[in-house]
């Protein structure tokens, strides 16, 4: 299914007709901070393999997840229902994050790092609530 999609991106106006999910920028950028979550995790107390870290991974995998399966749907509607849901799994990623680090999990992680991912985390909750926006009141 051909959509015309905005990428996020307000300032420069992008907008391009989209074929594949792959070729979406908030979907490659939510693949980026899903393989960054999975290289921090691995710094994280052994206790936490099953708790926190296991959370924190399906969390940022559901955000990619969502976005491709959202736009593979026959409707509109349906996208914007599957962008809701990576919207709510960023959300739940970032007080993850938030919590990890307030539990000084990222000792071994370096300030510059965790806040790449952090800015990672908001960019993407402003690209996917712009695509929301868009299509939401072209329907």
Same mark, same amino acid.
């Given at each position: 299914m051909k959509r015309e999609q905005g990428t996020?991106?307000? /300032?420069q106006g992008e907008i391009m007709a &989209?074929? $594949?999910f792959k070729d979406l &920028? &908030?979907?490659?950028?939510? %693949? #980026? *901070?899903?393989?960054g979550i999975y290289g921090l995790v691995k710094y994280f107390p052994k206790e936490e393999t099953y708790g926190l870290s $296991? +959370? %924190?991974?399906?969390?940022a995998v559901s955000i990619p997840s969502n976005i491709a399966e959202g736009h593979a749907r026959q409707t509109t509607k349906d996208y914007i229902r599957f962008l809701y849901i990576a919207r709510?799994?960023?959300? /739940? *990623? #970032? !007080? +993850?994050l938030l919590l990890a680090k307030d539990l000084g999990y990222f000792q071994a992680v370096s300030e510059q790092d965790l806040d790449s991912l952090l800015a990672l985390t908001d960019e993407i909750g402003r690209m996917l609530?712009?695509?929301? !926006?868009k299509l939401t009141s072209e329907s």
């Open positions: 996020g991106n307000r /300032e &989209v074929n $594949d &920028v &908030v979907w490659k950028k939510s %693949m #980026e *901070l899903a393989k $296991d +959370q %924190m991974r399906r969390a709510g799994s960023r959300a /739940e *990623l #970032e !007080t +993850q609530f712009s695509i929301i !926006t």
